[in-house]
């Protein structure tokens, strides 16, 4: 079956410092993948897609790439800052009327 | 970004009552809306797709005749939890999507206690 796995510890790292996580997926050949933020209490937050023949993606602080021979997605945040301490999602696409498949998460720490 | 409005964002019921939950997409029109349960430290779980004007598409294990989806319109879809236990004590949210492919963008979601 598809699945999914991020660091399943939390992550904590010092401001300033650039975060990377780690979103590998087995069983599946996703057409894209996406990173969302989520924060306690809220609904998550759309951070950057990136296509299966895109190697990878910036958006100011933040990089995704893409490596569809590992599996793997890796997301960077550089300069990182106590406001980005939250928990982020990686998710891939199903493959059928955009339903995605998400992720457990994994719980950044940025320590100022 | 489109913004996606979510209410009640709590709510506290007795068991056995039915709580109905608005999902409204306040800036573009979304023809499929998707509901999503959330447990403590556990991945998001899809529910049901739901879609206006017809009848919704639910997940696997998701029974429809306790968790009722209603997408009246472009921009509202409803999801009504019946004759709630507390084991239906979560946190529901609620996502729709602008095109064919793409990113979702989320309701601030909905925590529902059953006592």
């Known amino acids: 079956s598809q699945k999914i796995e991020q660091n399943s510890e939390a992550l904590n790292i010092q401001e300033g410092k650039t975060a990377t996580l780690t979103c590998n997926y087995t069983n599946y050949s996703p057409a894209y993948l996406q990173w969302y933020r989520q924060d306690p209490g809220r609904g998550p937050v759309f951070l950057l897609l990136?296509?299966?023949n895109e190697k990878e993606k910036r958006k100011e602080r933040l990089k995704v790439t893409f490596d569809t021979t590992l599996k793997q997605s890796l997301f960077h945040i550089t300069a990182s800052q106590p406001a980005d301490s939250a928990t982020y999602l990686c998710?891939?696409?199903?493959?059928?009327?955009?339903?995605?498949?998400w992720g457990l998460g994994t719980s950044l720490a940025v320590n100022p | 970004g489109a913004v996606v409005s979510q209410h009640p964002s709590r709510v506290i019921c007795k068991s056995g009552t039915s709580v109905k939950i608005e999902c409204r997409s306040l800036d573009f029109q979304a023809t499929t809306m998707f509901w999503y349960r959330q447990f403590p430290k556990q991945s998001l779980m899809l529910m049901a797709t739901s879609n206006e004007g017809s009848k919704a598409t639910y997940e696997q294990g998701v029974e429809k005749d306790k968790f009722l989806i209603n997408h009246a319109s472009l921009t509202l879809s409803t999801l009504t939890v019946t004759s709630a236990h507390p084991e239906d004590s979560s946190f529901y949210i609620c996502?729709?999507?602008?095109?064919?492919?793409?990113?979702?963008?989320f309701g601030e979601g909905s925590r529902l206690t059953v006592l």
């Open positions: 998710a891939l696409d199903a493959g059928n009327n955009r339903k995605l498949i």
């Open positions: 990136i296509r299966e």
């Open positions: 996502s729709a999507s602008e095109g064919a492919i793409g990113e979702l963008f």
